[in-house]
């Protein structure tokens, strides 16, 4: 099954071999949205390909919220690292790595070995935990700008991203008109939708709600499973195609035990599965790093932000290339569209391209077969 | 807002004027499905109309899953009190309460005054919680036709509900073929999709969550408010039309605050009214009835139960008519239609009725306009 291919790449992907690390900000040079300076900075990355003399072959792909920076797959040591999105990065793949030199860096505010909330305070010698600052879709931004600057990169053919990585990469183009070349927006809009804002809401909640949470204070406790499994859970019945999960699954109960019974525990083979993803999810990823990002998801509106969307991107050479999924509810087509038209209408280079599916937000990845060719005719022109 | 006004319905609702209540099965003759006996029973019910003399206009509408008995509006001391399914029931109305004696029980294992999980248990004294014996449809459904046989209704003109009422409906046509002249089936089906399955567990995992829960032993403490409101959430974003979440709140900040911050407070409307509703509901229902009847819904399957549905209904001469909502994700259309034919290949009389609607397992009530035509016909052919 398609989905659970996707799973399991992005959990096997918590483990990510050849990861390189760059450090910066020690001074607190580095000042967030909220005011304060913040520092020192760690930007975990991973490169595919190899960066030409001229340095202007560099592609930025941001990962979704919870991927790793293994976006191609990847042998190493004789084990094979499948990448999260090794159908469109990859040698010969549409982000081909024989022609671009690939980085892909952990969020700010993630747990794959850049800062986050599960990183050391240096003020206090503990894990941040709550006491991380809160930050927006634009310091993210500006964090993953500054590490790029801090390994030579200063232009980049293209920056490329799905879901929060499309809202990355609008609001690196916005920041910085002249920094990328192309910008690949998949599954992404200049706002979020009421449903994403709602489901972002409840993860939350339930996180918060487990005992183990502790206000954000579980480092070297327990960890809080149950809250984050229900987080996963429900992203789960949301994003998925809910057809698959029926023909997948339907009413087969667990140990093929078709007695009429009630209990608490798990009676059928699909609570198996969202037990089974909830716990495998919890191997990988950190709860307060969930809320943080789901955080800067909700808050991202670069509307509010700019003003308008033609303070944002007018006058911009930045070449935009969108694609939807018709299905998808997290950010609406109409929302992408609405944001196309603008870019157009203030002169700046534009496509749009909608994926008629029935698969809803995962069809970002689902979908690959019809998004490939996309991005391979957008980085060719 | 047609939604919230249904939920402001059924909200309003947890006061129900002129209760009546019967108690049966003191000498525990009752038998459950799990082979116990269990008594004494209370069923807490409202009547509305008139029993005719030749008692033969009874029409029993069972409730959905946390509905009261108010199933039509009444005014009673001053005071309206609306029906949650009052465009339905009513004087005048498809269920025309000047024609029918209509009666409206709370479900067994309910908390609205049937014998529930929060209602004492004798042996102890104190309130059961999770000592209440597991149940399915079919214990609902016999305890529904000896309720009724308690207050002299032997037969009824017919047998009405929605989703878990729904499969009451059915259930009870199956256990006694004479007991219901006609059954009118509303988005329900001889079995659970596995999203509702999926969605059940989830809501269930989130109330467990809350240490206030207790393993069920709350009676008296402190409330599991925190974990019954999630439940309640996940409900209310599956069931309710998305598109309507984003025309009423979008992106709109509480309190018009427009400014960028990032706050674990409640921040956007959605999220205010996600916790409205959740702590509405929390005033009105317990939360090991939910966890209880939940079950009940998860486990029915009529073709486990009866082996085929030509065994639970062949010969019957119930006549069935079937309501579906093109969008319901909870019951599916296709099962629905499905048990129509088998019914049809088996000589037993049966109407299938799909309303187009993008408003999914809510649509059972925003669809009225629609539903009231077909339910006024079943019901006088």
Known sequence: MTVVELGDNLDSCAKVPNLKAVEFSKDLRFGLQNGKRFGPITAAYKTFGKLNKARDNAVLVFPTLTATQQAASEKSNGTVFPGWWQEIVGEGKPIDTRKFFVVCADHFGGCYGSTGPSSTNPDTGKPFGLNFPGFFIKDMANVTMEFLRQIGITKLRAVVGASIGGLLSLELAALDNAFAEKAIVVGASHRVSATYLALNYIAREAIMLDPAWNSGNYYGAEFPERG?????????????????????FGRQPVNGNFKQHVSLGLQYQVESYLDYQGKKFCKRFDPNSYIYLSKAIDTFDLEKEFGSIENAFS??????????????????????????????????????????SPKGHDGLFLEHEKIAPIIRKALKE
Chains 1, 2 share one sequence.
């Open 228 to 248: 984050l499994s229900i987080a996963r859970q429900i992203g789960h019945v949301s994003y998925l195609n809910q057809l698959i999960l029926e023909r997948k």
């Open 315 to 356: 006058g911009s050479p930045t070449e935009f290339s969108f694609i939807t999924i018709s299905s998808d509810n997290l950010f609406l087509p109409s929302d992408t569209k609405e944001l196309h038209s603008k870019l157009a209408e203030c002169g700046v280079r534009s496509a749009y391209n909608g994926i008629n």
